[in-house]
């Protein structure tokens, strides 16, 4: 099972682009990459999926290099309700997501 | 949008008791999964459910879990016989199909093991 990889914590201030790189060096051909985030007390909620390239949707885009080694994770002109857990996963290696690996997270602070 | 809708949101039960969280997955999606998150700690797989059969489940999934989908709507998770340590936050999750599909979770249940 692939793993991730991605800083403990970050902070910011509202208005800014906030970054988050998660790395996957194991990750598998079939595998994509799905970021969840999560408020205290609430389930993960799904913010965007990519396989390779760059993908946006209305709330962040993800990119993705060639070599699919990493991603980042890309939150523009965060405000404050944009504090929460940031989790990268990755497939099971035989291209589900059936069995989630989950990680600690990135805890973002998003500061006034 | 659809969601999932877990009940109830807090349980509070007697050590030795059993329990069994409630779930409704999002009406068209044929995958269901249970996840469990102790204060503090990471979000932790259990089982995945489909077709009427559990399709995978982690070694935290001993004898003392069961699943069951008793109708075409509720998604049930039973704990016997229950402990301390099952005191954790316990997540709902459904997605349209298998592969690499996104999950929708729902906002859970806290079991509270006294």
């Known amino acids: 099972l692939a793993k991730t990889t991605q800083p403990i914590s970050m902070d910011s201030y509202e208005g800014q682009e906030v970054n988050i790189t998660c790395s996957h060096n194991?990750?598998?051909?079939?595998?994509?990459i799905t970021w969840y985030q999560q408020f205290p007390s609430q389930g993960p909620r799904f913010i965007i999926q990519g396989y390779k390239t760059k993908v946006t949707n209305e709330v962040a885009s993800l990119f993705i290099p060639a070599d699919r080694k990493s991603s980042t994770l890309s939150l523009p002109r965060v405000s404050l309700s944009d504090t929460a857990v940031y989790y990268c996963l990755v497939g099971d290696g035989a291209g589900n997501n059936r069995k989630l690996i989950w990680g600690l997270g990135t805890s973002l602070a998003v500061n006034p | 949008e659809p969601e999932v809708t877990q009940t109830p949101s807090h349980q509070v039960t007697q050590m030795g008791q059993e329990v069994i969280l409630r779930c409704v997955p999002i009406s068209n999606h044929l995958y269901f999964y249970w996840y469990r998150q102790i204060l503090g700690q990471k979000v932790e797989f259990l089982v995945s459910?489909?077709?009427?059969?559990?399709?995978?489940k982690s070694e935290i999934f001993d004898d003392q879990f069961s699943v069951e989908r008793p109708d075409g709507s509720n998604f049930t998770l039973k704990i016997r016989s229950t402990k301390l340590e099952d005191s954790a936050m316990y997540f709902c999750?459904?997605?349209?199909?298998?592969?690499?599909?996104?999950?929708?979770f729902g906002d859970g249940t806290r079991l509270s093991i006294l």
């Open positions: 999750a459904s997605s349209l199909r298998d592969g690499n599909q996104p999950q929708h």
């Open positions: 194991n990750i598998a051909t079939n595998d994509y």
């Open positions: 459910f489909y077709n009427n059969e559990i399709s995978e």
